[in-house]
Every structure is written in structure tokens, then in C-alpha cells.
């Protein structure tokens, strides 16, 4: 999978996702088998003349090329109009490219996930921040694909309020670990381990068995059904998990935070995200994550700047230029 990462400053985002692409086969038992790596697959595309960002992960086509071709030929078609929001142009976009992948394919590819990025018409005085959005397809059919704003709200009547940092998606274990301090999958597994599955044959929750222990040697009372039991788990797992043990205070960006320290930043966390995929020594299989990182960076009145690949890897070298 790719990793993709975005920076945002009040006056400037960053971009930088790898370009690599694995070509895997399911079997009949549902079961992922490496075919192929393509090294240095478009990923990260400027639009609208360099006036907006695009970078994408998960499928490599929606019918008629790559996912680039697509960005490219609607934008080719409908660019970023004068005076046009970023959301705007990424609700017609969203429109654009579901339609296409139904008429060509007959259902949405999953997953696909688009992350949108520039600046909002200037105003009167001053510098709008950028604002990023994101277009998603879920594995998951029942969630909605409309987009949706990235760290910043749209409050009716209140104009947009923004936050400043780090987006990523795609492969985001490493990274998330870095950034937030833990494995982000670990809500999913506390939820699992408190209030159980829905599986039939699956074994109860903690908080269910604790219900059922409490029904069995407390004080004589009315009985909780088996179904009652299961709802209280849920209703207290989620209380659990909205507790905070799981999420990090936003920090606001330092002063002192510029440009150059954003596209570096960048970087590393691309190379956090290297080094799991591909050096632990739990991984198994092919390579995932890897190839040449492609970098840009968007700043007001100018188009979008791409920098020189930069290669991920580790190697280590002896004085004598071999390995330790």
C-alpha cells in the first residue's frame, strides 16, 4: 500500500506520497498473493495550472488509464474556476470520477482514497489558509463517499475554522505510532476485546462477561437477558473509548515552523513508514511501500512547485564504503 502524507502551514501545504505499485491476486479463499512491483507510478498531480495538489492511493485505475489520466482529463475539462472553493471543485471532481467508474466498470474500485489540496479565492486583505479535502471509497460500501474537509470545520454561519499539522493515509501504522504515540489499529482491538463481535460463534466481550458474572453472584435482582448484557458492553465500550485514552491534545504549530522543516517532515514520516513495511523483521512478502517518494509543495500565488525525487532506503556503510 502507499503512504500518503500531507503538511499543512497557513501558508502552504506539502505533499509527498511514494510511487510504488503492488499488483496482488485474491484467491477463491480470499487470500492476497504477490504478482508484481511497479517502481515509480504517478501518484501525486498538480492541477488547475499547479493551483491545486492531487495524490491518491489503493486502486490503480477507475476505467480508461491511470488515476492520474482520469484527474488530468477532467481537469483538462473543467479546471478550477475563478473564484472557486477548493470543496467545491472536489465535489465536482467526486461527481466526475463515480460516474466514470460506474459507467466503465459498473461498481466503484475499493479502496480509493484522493486527497485534494490548494487555496481558497483570496480575500480582500490578507492570505486565506489552504484547505485539503479528501475523497474516499471505502472498502466498507455502507460509508458515505461524499468528500469531506481535513483539518479544518465548516460551521454554518461561522465561515471555516482551521488547524495546522499532519495528515496521512494509506499506510499509516508507523507513522501514526510516531505522531499520535500509538498503533492506531489498537481502538479497533480494545473495542473487540471489551464488547465482542457480532459473530454468532464468537466468544462475549469483557463488559458482557463481567455483566453475566455480576448477574450470577450479586444481589438477587432481575435478570439481564443475554441480549441486554450485550447492548450494556457495547454502550460501555464505546464510553471507554471516547474516555481519551486514544486521542492526543492538538498542539498548536510553532511559530517557527517553515517550510523547509514541513517538506523534511514529510519525508521522515514517509521513511518511518519505509522502514515498517519493508525492514521489520515480522513483515512477510513483497515490499509494500517503497520506490522513489515524490514531493510538492503549494504556496500562494504561485503553482505547484515538485521537488527532485528523493529515494527511500536505509543502507549502512563501513569506513572502506562496504556494510558494517
Known sequence: ????????????????????????????????????????????????????LAMFNGVGSIGGGTVATSLRAFDDRAPLKEGESVGHYAKRLHTALE?????????????FHLILGGFAPRPAEGVEPPSLWSIQWSVNSSIPTTPSPLLHTEEEGGG????????????????????????PVLPERLAVLLAGTDAEDGPPGLLEQL??????????????SNEQASTLARRYARRVLRAGFFSSPQEPLSE???????????????????????????????????????????????????????????????????LP
Open 211 to 224: 455483566a453475566q458474572e455480576a448477574r450470577r453472584t450479586g444481589v438477587p435482582a432481575e435478570p439481564l
Open 256 to 322: 517557527h515552523f517553515s517550510l523547509q522543516a514541513a517538506v523534511d517532515y514529510c519525508v521522515f514520516l514517509a521513511q518511518c513508514a519505509y522502514a515498517r513495511e519493508n525492514l521489520s523483521p515480522t513483515r512477510r512478502g513483497a515490499p509494500r511501500v517503497g520506490s522513489t517518494l515524490q514531493v510538492a509543495y503549494l504556496i500562494p500565488d504561485r503553482p505547484a512547485h515538485l521537488l527532485a525525487g528523493i529515494r527511500l532506503g536505509v543502507r549502512l556503510q563501513g569506513m572502506d564504503g562496504g
Open 99 to 111: 460516474t466514470q467508474a460506474l459507467r466503465r466498470l459498473g461498481t466503484l474500485p475499493r479502496p
Open 160 to 183: 471555516e475554522r482551521h488547524r495546522f499539522g499532519v495528515h496521512y493515509a494509506g499506510v499509516t501504522e508507523a507513522v501514526a505510532r510516531f505522531v499520535e504515540g500509538y498503533d
Open 1 to 52: 500500500m502507499t503512504i500518503d502524507i500531507a503538511f499543512k502551514t497557513p501558508d502552504a501545504l506539502v505533499f509527498a506520497t511514494d510511487g510504488l505499485a503492488t499488483v496482488m491476486e485474491v484467491d477463491a479463499r480470499g487470500q492476497e498473493r504477490f504478482l508484481s512491483n511497479m517502481a515509480n507510478v504517478e501518484k501525486l498531480v498538480p492541477l488547475s495550472g499547479g493551483r491545486l
